[in-house]
């Protein structure tokens, strides 16, 4: 085991190893909109990393991350997170002494420290794709919080001025400080050989690469597939 050790094909190849295994995950996907590489554009990382974020933000791609992202920007800086006990009791209304029927008090008004666009390039409603038992918690949490939830948006440029989306034909920019790409995952194979990107035969010479985890599918990420992976692939070797 080394900790601190930054890997690159060198180090790989002057190990002379029988078997690699890369899993080395994903990255974030960039997709390709004109002014993608604006300094004010941050990635999910980005922004869960500490960068500053700005009081106006456009979250590009409402699956479970846009919604995670969304939520997390909804919070003061500083503020503790998980949201304290008595925080979430004042916000969503609950009076655990029961003096009401029902347990239930007027609810505080949100504060929210950020005005968020939360936006999906599909058709239809946003969130359609989080759990059952939870999903709805995340949709009402923003709701209440302000964040304007669009869907069928198309993306057609990035500048100073903001995010410039068209809607049903109608152009508009949402004049923002920030836009936070949540636009899915790319497999992250660059300490893979660049000829293949499957299992290399036993009689190629060098060593035997083997692609799992995130590295061999992005999509649909699933940590019980990924340690299904391992633990197989262990076994044949």
């Not at 190893?17 to 996907?29: K, L, Q």
């Not at 869907?151 to 836009?179: C, H, M, T």
């Amino acid at each position: 085991m080394r900790l601190g050790t930054r890997v690159d094909p060198a180090l790989l190849a002057a190990g002379a190893y029988d078997d690699i295994v890369i899993a080395t995950g994903i990255v974030p996907r960039r997709p390709p909109i004109s002014g993608i590489d604006a300094p004010h554009v941050l990635s999910y990382v980005d922004v869960l990393r500490g960068a500053p974020v700005g009081r106006r933000v456009a979250v590009i791609g409402a699956g479970g991350i846009g919604f995670d992202v969304s939520e997390f920007l909804l919070h003061h800086e500083g503020e503790p997170l998980p949201l304290p006990r008595d925080g979430w009791l004042d916000e969503w209304g609950v009076d655990l002494s029961v003096r009401e029927r029902g347990g239930l008090k007027p609810p505080a008004p949100a504060r929210p420290p950020r005005q968020i666009w939360l936006l999906q390039r599909k058709a239809g409603k946003l969130g359609a794709g989080l759990g059952k038992t939870s999903g709805w918690v995340h949709r009402a949490t923003l709701a209440r919080n302000g964040v304007k939830m669009l869907a069928g948006v198309s993306y057609l440029e990035i500048s100073q001025r903001g995010l410039k989306i068209a809607r049903d034909g109608v152009e508009e920019w949402l004049e923002v400080d920030n836009i936070v790409v949540c636009a899915g995952q790319e497999s992250l194979r660059d300490l893979h050989p660049r000829e293949s990107a499957q299992e290399k035969p036993a009689d190629a010479g060098g060593p035997r690469y083997h692609v799992i985890g995130g590295a061999a599918l992005a999509t649909e990420l699933d940590a019980k597939r990924a340690i299904r992976e391992g633990a197989e692939l262990a076994a044949r070797l």
